[in-house]
Structure formats: structure tokens, C-alpha cells
């Protein structure tokens, strides 16, 4: 949802100015950040056993040379946190690592939370995954329809063990088992979004380091905080979305095609519609949301801002990244160019509406994109998403 425009705006907003003020604003990175190193996601080859995965997929090399769901004996990594390093003084932030931890390729599972006060537990009805390539500074987003069933764990994994046919509902409740069931991620500090990094670690077929999840609250905030965003909206929308919080106003939103200039409740109102729309139209509008925050807030915002806006951070988002890695992350997001970050959606008809994830099709579709990312086609970068072309 809009909020994930709120996560890439603080990882991926090419604004050095900003990355070095963030990296040495330590006080709030260690409120943000987790205390302790976070265990990688890693997928398993996909077998003939099981009823979701009835055939062997084709490995495919990355850019740099890493398999695509490499074959491993359990589907997890040890990792030792590095020891935070004290300092006198705050020293320049150092240089974006071309590895992390080995791997060639960072990616981080990105949640938005659909947990309003009228709901019982927690529904991440957004997951997009950003995978950077180290080397290149090129990154890719994987976004993965909500509504997807038996979606599986890697071989091996406990929750593998629990769930031998994927989780037994859609994608949406995969970060609730690791609420209820956190036997099943040994390790992790914060199960849910374990759960989640597994789940979509074997879809995909990559490893994945991290996860960040935001509440809805914070796409209000966020919007607004920056006066709004201008959006070319392509439907006829009409639609009255229940209130995000007891007593609020509820999110009235009614659009035809044309230029407009959302505030923070017509924004989220826009990605939540589903009136006379199904789930692809709101992944569509997903994907405007964060080109157009990207594109259009200036280093002189975010530096006017910069306090507001890490409060809004602070208290709208959880994550697994272990501070210690912080300035290694801001360094990376530094490098990153949002006109070169590539976009996928697995929507219909290429791929089901709904129904078992088709594990083989997604695997071969983000191999492709990894190995020949199509960033010369605006309409497929985040930036040229929903520029009217």
C-alpha cells in the first residue's frame, strides 16, 4: 500500500545530503533498527514432492553468478551480528558494500499492514520485495498478490515440517503464523516477519535478509507531512473506506481520469479502494503511490522535515534490520537510482488470479528479471510508473 512509498523514501531516496544526516542521527537509528543480528531467509530447490510443487524448477544464474534457489541442506544461515564499532566522533559514512554477508544481492521483504482497529490480528495485504544487485546499485521489486494460497516454506524449515503443502490460506496470513506459531522460526526475534521472508524466499527462489512492515497510520502521516502527492489517476473510482482508527472519518474518494493532488486519507483511501476494481488495479495504484513519493519529495523536504519524519518512522515501522548494519544500508540506499528500480507484478493474465502460487512460473519470471532487468522501459521503473505515458 501507499505506506511502502514511506519505506523506499527513507531506503531508496538517492538524496546523499539526507543518507549522511540519517546515518549520523544515531539516537534514532537505534530506536528503529532491532538490537540483534536477524537470520536470512534462504530458498531450497523445489522438488517433485508435495502438491505445490509438482515439478523442478530451472535454476537460473543471477547477474553476478548466484543460483536462483540454491541447493542447501536446511534453508537457513547462521549469522553473527558484527560488533558495533564506538566512535568519538561522528565519522563520514563508509562506502556501500558490494556483498552482504556473501551474497551478492541484498533483498528485503516490504510489508504494509492491514490491521485497523475493527480487525482481528494482522493482515500484510501489501508484500513487495526489493532486491538490490551490490554490485551495480540496480534494484528490482517483486510485488506478490495477497490473495495467493499454499504459498510453501523452505525444505527443511520447521514451518516446512508444520505445513508440508504451504500455508494452508492466502499470502495475507502468512505473517500472523509466525505470531501464533513461533516455535516454527527458532532464532528469529520477530516471528512474524520470519514467517514471511521464509514464505516468500522459496516463491521467488532468492534469499532474503530482511524485512520492514508499516502500519497504515503512517501513510496519513507521511503524505501529509510532505503536502501531498500528485498523482495521473487512470479509473473511475467511487468508493467510502472504513475508518483507520475508532472514531476517525471514514475515507470517501471519487476520481475519473485525470492529474490530482492527494492528501495523506485520499492517498490511502486510492490504494484501499476495491470498489468497482479488484486487487491487481490496487497493486497497480500501489506501485503509482511510491514512484510519485520518490519523485516527487526534494532533499530540501526531507531535510526540512527530517525530524517529523523519523518520528513517523519510528512509530509506524517494525523491522529485523539489526542496527549495527545501518550505515551499511544507508550507505546502499545512497547508491540507488529510483528511475533504474525495475517493477514486477505477477497479475492476471499472465499469472492466476488467486488460487495455488504458481512456484515454477514466478521462479522463471524473477530469474529473467534479475538477469536482464528491463530498466530501459520508464513504464517499468518505479519513477515512470503512473506518469500518464
Known amino acids: 500500500m501507499a505506506w511502502l512509498a514511506f519505506i523506499l523514501a ?20 537505534t530506536r ?28 537460473v544464474d543471477g547477474p553476478a553468478g548466484p543460483t536462483i534457489a540454491p541447493e542447501i541442506e536446511d534453508g537457513r544461515e547462521s549469522t553473527d551480528a558484527t560488533p558495533p564499532t564506538t566512535v568519538d566522533a561522528v565519522p ?9 554477508d556473501g551474497d551478492e544481492r541484498l533483498s528485503i521483504v516490504m510489508l504494509g499492514s492491514d490491521g485497523g482497529y475493527d480487525r482481528v490480528g494482522i493482515r500484510t495485504d501489501t508484500i513487495i520485495v526489493l532486491s538490490i544487485d551490490l554490485a551495480t546499485g540496480d534494484a528490482v521489486t517483486f510485488s506478490v498478490p495477497r490473495n495467493w494460497e499454499n504459498i510453501p516454506f523452505p525444505d527443511g524449515t520447521p514451518a516446512d515440517a508444520r505445513y508440508p503443502y504451504g500455508n494452508p490460506d492466502i499470502a495475507n496470513t502468512i505473517y500472523g503464523i509466525g505470531l501464533r506459531r513461533p516455535e516454527l522460526f527458532p532464532g528469529s526475534i520477530h516471528t512474524g516477519g520470519a514467517a514471511v521472508k521464509e514464505a516468500m524466499a522459496q516463491t521467488l527462489g532468492i534469499p532474503i535478509q530482511y524485512f ?18 500528485d498523482l495521473t489517476v487512470t479509473e ?33 483511501a ?3 479502494s476495491r470498489v468497482q476494481s479488484w486487487d491487481y488495479n490496487r497493486m497497480a495504484r500501489q506501485r503509482c503511490v511510491v514512484g510519485a513519493l520518490i519523485d516527487q519529495v526534494s532533499p530540501v523536504e526531507l531535510l526540512t522535515n527530517f525530524g517529523p519524519f523519523t518520528e513517523i518512522v519510528v512509530n509506524n515501522v517494525v ?14 540506499a545512497a547508491r540507488l537510482d529510483p528511475s533504474r528500480i525495475q517493477t514486477v507484478s505477477f497479475v492476471p493474465p499472465e499469472f492466476p488470479d488467486g488460487g495455488p502460487v504458481p512456484l515454477r512460473q514466478v521462479r522463471n519470471s524473477v530469474g529473467a528479471a534479475l538477469t536482464t532487468p528491463n530498466v530501459a522501459d520508464p513504464d517499468q ?9
Not at 543480528?37 to 535454476?59: E, I, N, Y
Not at 473511475?236 to 476520481?255: A, S
Not at 521503473?381 to 505515458?389: D, H, S, V
Open 32 to 59: 528503529l533498527f532491532a538490537a540483534e543480528a536477524a537470520v536470512t531467509a534462504r530458498p531450497t530447490r523445489l522438488t517433485t514432492s508435495g502438491s505445490v510443487t509438482s515439478v523442478v524448477t530451472d535454476d
Open 212 to 229: 520492514v512492515m508499516v502500519d497504515m497510520t503512517a501513510v496519513v502521516d507521511t503524505i501529509d507531512l510532505f503536502g501531498g502527492i
Open 92 to 100: 563520514a559514512p563508509p562506502e556501500a558494500p558490494t556483498t552482504w
Open 270 to 272: 486510492y490504494v484501499r
Open 10 to 29: 527513507l531506503v531508496a531516496l538517492p538524496h546523499v545530503i539526507v543518507a549522511d544526516l540519517a546515518w549520523q542521527q544515531r539516537g534514532v537509528v
Open 381 to 389: 521503473t518505479l519513477t515512470g510508473a503512473c506518469n500518464g505515458e
Open 236 to 268: 473511475y473510482i467511487n468508493d467510502r473506506i472504513r475508518p483507520i482508527e475508532e472514531g476517525g472519518p471514514w475515507l470517501e474518494i471519487t476520481t475519473t481520469p485525470g492529474e490530482y493532488h492527494f492528501d495523506g486519507l485520499t492517498t490511502l
Open 319 to 332: 523491522t529485523d534490520i539489526p542496527v549495527d548494519r545501518a550505515d551499511e544500508l544507508i550507505a546502499i
